[in-house]
C-alpha cells in the first residue's frame, strides 16, 4: 500500500485548490455536512433548473480527502439531472466500499478516490460532501421543508 | 506533580529498554514499520504483569464475589477486595469504603452528578467547569443543569491554555456549590493547580471533583493532600484494563448519597414493601462488577509503583521537552498548549495539512498518535482549530520515538509538497 495511492495527485489539487468554493448567491437549496469523529464542516448549495442541478458551490473546513472530494463532486454533477446525479451516487459509494470494485469509466477523475476504501477509517471524509448533496436535492423539492438542513455521519 | 517546565527533575532514571520488555504488543509492527505508539493518552499499553494477573485470575480464581461459602466465591472476593484496598494506598485514601469500583471516570462523574448534585442542587446554584474540560466533565453537568435548572459556569483559559486562576475565583460565589475541574488537560497536557482550586472552591462551601484521568498514569496523586471531595479516573490509562475505573469520594459525602443505580449486592435486605441498602462501597456497585478488571487495575498499580512514579514523570517530562524542542525545529509546526505546567502530552498542528491527514500518513509509518478534537470541542473552538494531533507519551517511549515522529512528520510534508 503506497500513500500516493490515497493522496493522488488529482486529490492533493483540488485540496489545495478546491474548485467552485464559497457562498452560491442566490441558491435554491442548501445542506450542511457534519463529521462529528474529526471536525470536518461542509456546506453545499444548489441552484436548479427543474430538475437539473445549474450550479453548485460548496464550502467549509476539512481534511485534504473530504474537501477533495467535494471539490470533484461540484465539477462532476455541475449541469446534470437527479437520476444521474442518483446513479452516479451509487457508483461512487461502490467505488468507496467495495474491495474489488473497478473503477468505472464514466467515474472520470472521481475514480481518483478509488485509495480511500484501503482506509475504512477515512471512507466517511469522502462520502460526507454526498450525502450533504443528496439532503440538498431532497430539499430543493420539499416545499414543506421537513428534511434536516444538517447531515451527520455519526 | 513532579514534572514541570520550570524545575529540573532529578531522581532515579528509568531502565527504559528493560520496560519496552514488559509490553509485548510494542514488539508488533504496523504498516511494514515497528509500532511507535504515542497514544497513551488514549490508552496506555498493559504491561505483562497486568495481561498475567488477569489470565490467573480468570483461569483459577474465578467466582462471583460477595454470594458463595465455596472456595471460589471466597478467592474472588478476596481479589476484589484486595484490589481495592491496592487502590486505596495508591491515591492515599482514608478508607476502602471511598473506593467505588466503576467502569471508567465516565461512570464516576456521572456518578456523582446524578447521585451527588442531582438530589441537592436548584435553580440558582451554580456548577463551575474550566474551559480545556473533557466532554466527560462537561455533558454530566450540563444534564444536571437540565434536570435542576442550576446553571454552568466556564472558567477562562489563556491562549497557552493555563487556567487563568483569577478569573476562575471570581466566579465563585455563595451560589456555586461545585467545582469539576481536569487535573491533567488531556488535550493540551495542562497540570491544573488543583490544590489551589480545592482551597478557594471549600472556602466558598463548594464542593470539588477532580477528572484524574490524564493524572493518576504521569504523577503521585494523593487525594488527601489534595483535599479534594471527588477523584475520578480509568484504570485503562494506567497499565490497566478497560472497563475499570475508580471514584473516590469522602467518605461523609458518600454516606450522604443515594445510591445511583439498584441491583444485587447493593441492599442489605429486599422487601416489596421496603428495601434497605448496604453500605458503603457496595451502595455503589449494584450487579456483578469488574472483578478480573480490578485484579488487572491492581497488577498495574503494582507494575508502576515498582518503576516509580517520580522516576516515569522524571522520564516522560524528558520526552515531552524533546519532542517539543524537536517539533518546534520543523517548518509550518506550531505546538498547541504551551503551559508553564505540562505532563506527557504534545499537541501540535501542521500548516497546510489537515490533523486527519497528518494522522493517516503518520500511522503509514508505523506512528499511532490521536487526532481529532480529543473530545473538548469547547476547548477547539476557543483556540479557533477544527483538531490537532496529539503525541501522548508513556512509560514505554523512548528518544527513538521521538525521532520516528520527527521522520513521519517528513513524510507528510513531503506527500503534501
Known amino acids: 500500500m503506497d500513500l500516493k495511492d490515497l493522496y493522488r495527485d488529482v486529490i492533493l489539487d483540488h485540496n489545495k485548490k478546491p474548485r467552485n468554493f464559497g457562498k452560491l448567491e442566490p441558491a435554491d437549496s442548501s445542506a450542511d455536512g457534519h463529521n462529528p469523529l474529526c471536525g470536518d464542516r461542509l456546506t453545499v448549495f444548489l441552484r436548479m433548473s427543474g430538475e437539473r442541478v445549474e450550479d453548485i458551490r460548496f464550502e467549509g473546513k476539512g481534511c485534504a480527502i473530504s474537501t477533495a472530494s467535494a471539490s470533484l463532486m461540484t465539477e462532476a454533477i455541475k449541469g446534470k439531472d437527479k437520476a444521474d446525479i442518483g446513479t452516479l451516487f451509487g457508483k461512487i459509494h461502490s467505488l468507496l466500499t467495495q474491495q474489488t470494485a473497478v473503477a468505472d469509466p464514466s467515474l472520470g477523475k472521481l475514480a481518483a478516490l478509488s485509495g480511500v476504501r484501503e482506509y475504512p477509517a477515512r471512507v466517511k471524509c469522502a462520502s460526507l460532501c454526498w450525502h450533504t448533496l443528496n439532503a440538498a436535492l431532497e430539499r430543493s423539492t420539499d416545499a414543506r421543508n421537513e428534511t434536516p438542513a444538517t447531515v451527520s455521519t455519526e | ?417
Open chain 2, 1 to 417: 506533580m513532579a514534572a514541570t517546565a520550570s524545575q529540573a527533575v532529578p531522581g532515579p532514571v528509568l531502565d527504559v529498554e528493560r520496560v519496552r520488555r514488559d509490553f509485548p504488543i510494542l514488539d508488533r509492527t504496523v504498516n511494514g514499520h515497528p509500532l511507535v505508539y504515542l497514544d497513551s493518552g488514549a490508552s496506555s499499553q498493559r504491561p505483562v504483569a497486568v495481561l498475567r494477573a488477569v489470565e490467573e485470575y480468570e483461569t483459577h480464581s474465578h467466582a462471583n464475589i460477595h454470594r458463595g461459602v465455596h472456595a471460589l466465591s471466597q478467592a474472588a472476593t478476596e481479589a476484589f477486595e484486595g484490589a481495592r484496598e491496592r487502590v486505596r494506598r495508591y491515591i492515599n485514601a482514608r478508607s476502602t469504603k471511598e473506593i467505588i469500583f466503576v467502569r471508567g471516570t465516565t461512570e464516576a462523574i456521572n456518578l456523582v452528578a446524578q447521585s451527588f448534585a442531582r438530589p441537592r442542587f436548584r435553580a440558582g446554584d451554580e456548577i463551575i467547569v474550566t474551559a480545556l474540560e473533557h466532554h466527560a466533565n462537561i455533558v454530566p453537568w450540563q444534564m444536571v443543569c437540565e434536570q435542576t435548572g442550576c446553571t454552568l459556569k466556564v472558567a477562562p483559559i489563556n491562549k497557552r491554555g493555563e487556567l487563568l486562576f483569577d478569573e476562575y475565583v471570581k466566579l465563585l460565589s455563595p451560589r456555586t456549590k461545585l467545582v469539576a475541574i481536569a487535573h491533567v488537560s488531556n488535550a493540551l497536557g495542562t497540570i491544573l493547580p488543583v490544590k489551589r482550586i480545592v482551597d478557594t472552591a471549600h472556602a466558598h462551601g463548594a464542593v470539588v471533583l477532580v477528572d484524574g484521568a490524564q493524572a493518576v498514569p504521569h504523577a503521585h496523586v494523593d487525594v488527601r493532600a489534595l483535599g479534594c471531595d471527588f477523584y475520578a479516573f480509568s484504570g485503562h490509562k494506567v497499565y490497566g484494563p478497560t472497563g475499570i475505573g475508580v471514584l473516590y469520594g469522602r467518605e461523609e459525602l458518600l454516606q450522604s448519597m443515594p445510591p445511583w443505580q439498584g441491583g444485587g449486592d447493593m441492599i442489605l435486605t429486599v422487601s416489596f414493601e421496603k428495601t434497605t441498602y448496604a453500605d458503603l462501597p457496595a451502595k455503589f456497585e449494584a450487579g456483578t462488577p469488574n472483578i478480573s478488571g480490578a485484579v488487572g487495575l491492581a497488577a498495574a498499580m503494582d507494575y508502576v509503583e515498582s518503576l516509580g512514579i517520580d522516576a516515569i514523570a522524571a522520564h516522560e517530562h524528558r520526552l515531552v521537552e524533546l519532542a517539543t524542542a524537536e517539533l518546534q525545529k520543523i517548518p509550518g509546526i506550531q505546538i498547541v498548549g504551551t503551559a508553564a505546567n505540562k505532563a506527557s502530552i504534545v499537541s501540535f498542528t501542521l500548516d497546510g495539512v489537515h490533523p486527519h491527514d497528518l494522522g493517516t500518513i503518520l500511522d503509514h509509518e508505523g506512528v499511532a498518535v490521536r487526532t481529532g478534537h480529543h473530545c473538548a470541542m469547547p476547548l477547539m473552538t476557543f483556540l479557533g482549530l477544527p483538531a490537532t494531533a496529539r503525541a501522548s507519551f508513556g512509560v514505554y517511549n523512548t528518544e527513538k520515538d521521538v525521532a520516528s515522529l520527527v521522520a513521519a512528520l517528513g513524510k507528510a510534508r513531503e506527500v503534501f509538497g
